[in-house]
Each structure stands twice: as structure tokens, then as C-alpha cells.
């Protein structure tokens, strides 16, 4: 028979498939204080596959709790957020201390909004779904379709004093409307122009800064 060709020298690590040093962990084996006189080949090899197994878990964790906050970078936030999330991995990493890492988010149960039985067809009705071109065109024809200032509701607005004539409103009781936008839950934004005393409406926003003058009818009615 002729003799076989020599074949490249392979370490442990890769005759058993895997990444982590089986040496390496070997070594620390027999290094540890509690170790026996003898550690076998297979001890090694099996602690260098489940902290593999292990790493490459936590890995992919982090990677989406990184993903999730529109990140690039995995940072120890990230860390914290994948193994408290994971029952198996909080078992074992809950005693860990990550530096920089922050707390998990935590709200007490009091604190929390208590849903009573009469909700609203808002929140109980599930929206149908419907395609990105019908929601399109449905915000664009909600954009342009002008507000009605009498219509009761979540973020409508009345006028009080509406003006029956020319002349009254030219004196400054008038509202003029510039624009208008609809939010995904429903709230009305409305952007007019005119006396704040004549407006009624759940909330409005004066655009000035803290030296306006509070006094007078316009400053008692935003107080």
C-alpha cells in the first residue's frame, strides 16, 4: 500500500466542531481550586460546547433586544433586557451584576390604569385591516376635508359668538381655520386664528413664550 499523505495538525476544538478552546477550558478546569486530581477528555469538550451554546443564545438575544430599540451597537442594556426576558437564562444569569447596564423597567400594579366594564368601542372593537394605499388615502381625504366647528367631540372646538355678519366680523370675533390634522387614535389638531375667548375646545396652545401677559380676558382663559 502506499503511504498516506500527511494531514495538517487539528486542534481539539475543531474535531469536535466547535469555536470555544477546549483546551483553554481544560486548563481552567484543573486550575480551579474544588477540581478533582483527574479531569477527563470529555469534561472539557462538553463545557466548551454548552458555554457556546450558552453565548451564542445571549447573543441573539441582545441582538434583538438591540434591533427592538433601533440600535447598532449591542451594549449591556441590551444584555439585561435579553436574559430577563428568557425564564431559562434568568435562572441562571439573576444573581449576574452588569455594569452599566441600568434596571429592569418595573410599575406597580396600583399604578397602572384600572379598566372598568364600560370601555369604549374605541378600545374594545378591533380595527379591520386594511392595505397601506386605503390608510393613505383615507389620511389624505381626512387632511383635506375641512373642520366642522360645531361638531361635539374628542379635539373639536366651538365658537362662541359666531359672527352673523360682515361687519361683526371684522371686529374680531371671527375664527379663521389654517389647518387642520386627524391623529392615529382620533384626537383633531387644529391650527386657527382668531380670539381665544371666543374658542371653546379640550385644550389649546398659545404660541408665545413666559413673558406673555397674563392678565385680561385672553390671560384668565388660558389659566
Known amino acids: ?3 498516506k499523505g500527511k494531514t495538517g495538525r487539528k486542534s481539539r476544538s475543531t474535531r469536535a466542531g466547535l469555536i470555544f478552546p477546549v483546551t483553554r477550558m481544560k486548563r481552567l478546569l484543573k486550575a480551579t481550586p474544588s477540581a478533582p486530581a483527574r479531569v477527563s477528555q470529555g469534561a472539557s469538550v462538553y463545557l466548551a460546547a454548552v458555554v457556546e451554546y ?5 447573543l441573539e438575544l441582545s441582538g434583538n433586544a438591540a434591533r427592538d430599540c433601533r440600535r447598532s451597537r449591542i451594549i449591556p442594556r441590551h444584555i439585561l433586557l435579553a436574559y430577563a426576558n428568557d425564564n431559562e437564562l434568568y435562572q441562571i444569569l439573576r ?30 372593537t378591533p380595527k379591520p385591516s386594511i392595505s397601506r394605499t386605503t390608510a393613505t388615502a383615507t389620511t389624505t381625504n381626512a387632511l383635506v376635508r375641512k373642520p366642522t366647528l360645531t361638531k361635539k367631540g374628542q ?40 380670539s381665544i375667548v371666543n374658542i371653546k375646545a379640550d385644550a389649546i396652545v398659545h404660541p408665545t413664550n413666559n413673558s406673555f401677559y397674563m392678565g385680561g380676558d385672553v390671560g384668565s382663559y388660558i389659566l
Open 54 to 58: 450558552l453565548v451564542a443564545e445571549l
Open 155 to 194: 379635539g373639536s372646538f366651538s365658537v362662541l359668538g359666531t359672527p352673523t355678519s360682515k361687519a361683526v366680523a371684522l371686529k374680531g370675533t371671527a375664527v379663521t381655520t389654517l389647518s387642520e390634522r386627524v391623529l392615529i387614535r382620533g384626537q383633531k389638531l387644529t391650527v386657527v386664528q382668531g
Open 95 to 124: 444573581n449576574c451584576v452588569l455594569p452599566q447596564c441600568g434596571v429592569l423597567p418595573s410599575i406597580h400594579a396600583s399604578l397602572l390604569p384600572k379598566i372598568t366594564g364600560k370601555t369604549s368601542t374605541q378600545t374594545t
Open 1 to 3: 500500500m502506499p503511504p
